[in-house]
Nanobody, 121 residues
C-alpha cells in the first residue's frame, strides 16, 4: 500500500513554476519529518528539501535554495513543494519521502512513486 502519493508534476519552460503535492496518512504525517528528493536522468537521487512538521522548520539543498519552498497543510496531511524560476537542470523525477527527524534528508523510511518534472529551454 502506497502511503505517500505525489502529484503536480509536468512540463514547463525555463523560468516557470510548478507546485508538487504529497498526500500521506495521518500516522506518517504525525510521526516523521517530510522531504523531497529528485533524481535526474542517469544521476543519483538528491535530497533537496525537508520540513519538520511539528514546528515548520525547513532545510534546503543549495541547488534549490531561494527558488523552492517546502510547506505543510496539517488539515490535509499534505506537504507541498513550490518550485519557481525553474531551470532545465531541475528536470528529474521528484519523490516525496518520510524522513527521520534527527537525520533529515540522510535517512528516509518511505517513498512515494515519483512524479516527473521536465523543464525545457
Amino acid at each position: 500500500q502506497v502511503q505517500l502519493v505525489e502529484s503536480g508534476g509536468g512540463s514547463v519552460q525555463t523560468g516557470g513554476s510548478l507546485r508538487l503535492s504529497c498526500a500521506t496518512s495521518a500516522y506518517i504525517y504525525s510521526t516523521y519529518c517530510m522531504g523531497w528528493f529528485r533524481q535526474p536522468p542517469a544521476k543519483e537521487r538528491e535530497g533537496i528539501a525537508a520540513i519538520y512538521i511539528r514546528n515548520g522548520s525547513t532545510v534546503y539543498a543549495d541547488s534549490v535554495k531561494g527558488r523552492f519552498t517546502i510547506s505543510q497543510d496539517n488539515a490535509k496531511n499534505t506537504v507541498y513543494l513550490q518550485m519557481n524560476s525553474l531551470k532545465p537542470e531541475d528536470t528529474a523525477v521528484y519523490y516525496c519521502a518520510a524522513l527521520d527527524c534527527f537525520e533529515g534528508l540522510k535517512v528516509a523510511y518511505d517513498w512515494g512513486q515519483g512524479t516527473q518534472v521536465t523543464v525545457s529551454s
